[in-house]
C-alpha cells in the first residue's frame, strides 16, 4: 500500500482538511499511511500562524495524519516556487514516500503536466513575456498566464496558473521532475476540488477571520461567546477545536497585527533602504516603497491590505517585512535555503510509529530529534535553517509571553 503525503498549513485544520484526509483513504485504502510536511511558524503568503506548528500537527494527527514532519521556516515562508520545492525535498528526502497529493480546481491531470513541462525551465523568450506583462500592470500570475498562452497557444495548460490551488500543484510537478539526481521520486495523485461538492464556505481563512474580529491579541486569554463557538464547531473538528480553545485560554493565538508593530518600528529606525534591501524580498525597489508608505505612520493605522500595489502583492509584503523581523538575508537563503537540510518530527500516531522506524533507516537527510541536535552538525546549510527557527520560536515566545520553547521538545504519539 502507498505512502501518501501531504504539503500543507492547517492554519487551522478544519473540516474540509479532514475530508480530504479521509478522500485519500476512500481511494487508496483504509490503512493508507498519510505523512505531512506542515509549514512551521509562518506560513507561504507571509502570515504568522495562528498555533504553533506542534498544535497544528496534534490536530492533523488527530484528524487522521499518521507523521508529521516539520517545512522549514526557509521554505514555509516563502514565494509559490520556493514552497513547493521545499516541501516537495522534504518528503523526497525522507525516503518513505510513495505518492504526493495536493487539491486541484482543474480536473484534468494532463494538462497540469503539461503547464508544468512548459514551465521547467522557463526559456528567456518566456521570461522577457512575462516581464513585458508585469510592466503593462498584470499581477506575476497574471503575466505568466499571458505568457504561457501567447507562446504555446495552449489555453487550456495556462488555465491551470488562473487558480490557486492548480497553480500550486502544477510548482509541485515542476519540483518533482527537477529532484536531484539519485533521490527517489514519488509519483502524483490529484484529488480534484470540484466546486459542486467541495465545501466553499469551509477555509482557513474564515475562521482566523471570525477569531480576529472579537480583537484577539498575543498574551491574553480569549474564549469565543456562544454565537462563535457555534460557528467554528460547524467549520472545524471537534478535537481540532477544542487543541484551538486550550490555546486560547493561555493567550497562544497569533495575528499579523501582533509582529507588524515590530516590523514597522525596526523598518523607520532603518530609515534608508541600503540597509534593507539585503534582506529578503526587499529588492526591486519594494524597501523604498515601505520606507515612504510606512516612514511616519503609526503601527496601529496600518492594514497590510491597504499597502498592496500593482508591483507589490500583500504577501510579498508581509514576507518582506517578516524577513526584517527575522533578520533573513537574500544571499543567505540563496546559498543555503535552495534544499531543505534536516527533518524534525512534529507529532505521529500509532500507526506512524512504523513509518517513523523506517524513515530512520531510508532517509538521506538527518533527523533532528530536538534542535539542540543541530549544535553538533557542520552543515551550514542546516545551521542557518535552524538558526531561523529559532528566531521564529524567540518571536513567537516573545509575542505570546511564554516560557515554553516548543523547539526543545521531543515528539510524542498522538493517541
Not at 528566531?391 to 493517541?415: F, H, K, M, T, Y
Request: hydrophobic residues 40%.
Amino acid at each position: 500500500m502507498p505512502t501518501v503525503a501531504l504539503i500543507a498549513e492547517y492554519n487551522p485544520f478544519h473540516r474540509g482538511h479532514a475530508a480530504q484526509l479521509r478522500e485519500i483513504r476512500e481511494k487508496l485504502g483504509e490503512r493508507c499511511p498519510i505523512v505531512l510536511a506542515l509549514s512551521s511558524s509562518f506560513c507561504q503568503r507571509g502570515s504568522i500562524a495562528l498555533l504553533s506548528s506542534r498544535r497544528r500537527a496534534e490536530a492533523a494527527v488527530k484528524g487522521g495524519a499518521d507523521l508529521v514532519l516539520r517545512l522549514p521556516l526557509a521554505f514555509s515562508l516563502a514565494d509559490g516556487e520556493s514552497f513547493a520545492r521545499g516541501g516537495v525535498r522534504l518528503l523526497a528526502g525522507s525516503g518513505i514516500v510513495d505518492l504526493l497529493a495536493a487539491g486541484s480546481e482543474i480536473p484534468d491531470k494532463d494538462s497540469l503536466k503539461r503547464c508544468a513541462a512548459y514551465l521547467s525551465p522557463e526559456t528567456p523568450e518566456l521570461k522577457e513575456k512575462i516581464r513585458e506583462g508585469i510592466r503593462s500592470g498584470l499581477s506575476p500570475h497574471a503575466a505568466r498566464g499571458c505568457a504561457l498562452r501567447e507562446i504555446t497557444g495552449d489555453e487550456v495548460a495556462a488555465s491551470c496558473l488562473d487558480q490557486a490551488n492548480a497553480r500550486l500543484c502544477v510548482e509541485y510537478l515542476k519540483q518533482l521532475e527537477e529532484l536531484p539526481t539519485g533521490v527517489s521520486k514519488p509519483g502524483f495523485f490529484m484529488l480534484w476540488r470540484n466546486p459542486a461538492t467541495s465545501p466553499g464556505d469551509i477555509s482557513a481563512e474564515k475562521i482566523r477571520g471570525l477569531i480576529e474580529a472579537q480583537g484577539l491579541r498575543a498574551g491574553q486569554e480569549f474564549f469565543p461567546k456562544e454565537a462563535l463557538l457555534d460557528q467554528l464547531l460547524s467549520l472545524m473538528p471537534v478535537d481540532s477545536l477544542s487543541l484551538l480553545l486550550s490555546e486560547a485560554r493561555q493567550g497562544r493565538l497569533l495575528s499579523d497585527e501582533d509582529w507588524l508593530p515590530l516590523a514597522v518600528f525596526l523598518l523607520q529606525r532603518a530609515g534608508k533602504s541600503e540597509k534593507l534591501t539585503p534582506l529578503r524580498y526587499m529588492e526591486n525597489g519594494l524597501a523604498d516603497y515601505l520606507l515612504k508608505m510606512l516612514g511616519e505612520k503609526e503601527p496601529q493605522d496600518i492594514q497590510i491590505e491597504s499597502l498592496k500595489s500593482r508591483n507589490f502583492s500583500a504577501a510579498r509584503i508581509r514576507r518582506a517585512l517578516l524577513s526584517l523581523v527575522l533578520e533573513i538575508r537574500r544571499d543567505e537563503a540563496e546559498r543555503l535555503g535552495q534544499s531543505p537540510a534536516f527533518l524534525q518530527v512534529l507529532a505521529y500516531s500509532r500507526r506512524g510509529r512504523s513509518l517513523l522506524k523506517r524513515m530512520k533507516a531510508q532517509a538521506s537527510l538527518p533527523l533532528l530529534g530536538t534542535f539542540s541536535d543541530s549544535r553538533r552538525s557542520q552543515d551550514p546549510s542546516l545551521l542557518w535553517q535552524t538558526e531561523l527557527e529559532r528566531r521564529a520560536e524567540a518571536l513567537r515566545q516573545w509575542l505570546c509571553r511564554d516560557s515554553v520553547n516548543e523547539l526543545l521538545l521531543a515528539p510524542g504519539e498522538i493517541r
